[in-house]
C-alpha cells in the first residue's frame, strides 16, 4: 500500500475522532450552561 494513503488514512482518522470527542463533550456541556443560565438569572434557554 502507499505510504501516501496509509499516511491520510490516519491522519483523517484522527481528525475525525477528534472532531467525535469535541462533539460529545461540547454539546452536553452548552446544555447544562443554558440551564445554569435559566435557573440563576432568567435567562431563556434559547437565547
Given at each position: ?11 483523517g482518522g ?21 440551564i ?12
Amino acid at each position: 500500500m502507499n505510504i501516501g494513503v496509509l499516511l491520510i488514512a490516519i491522519i483523517g482518522g484522527l481528525v475525525g475522532i477528534l472532531a467525535t470527542f469535541y462533539l460529545m463533550i461540547s454539546f452536553p456541556a452548552v446544555i447544562i450552561w443554558k440551564i445554569y443560565r435559566k435557573i440563576t438569572k432568567g435567562i431563556p434557554l434559547t437565547m
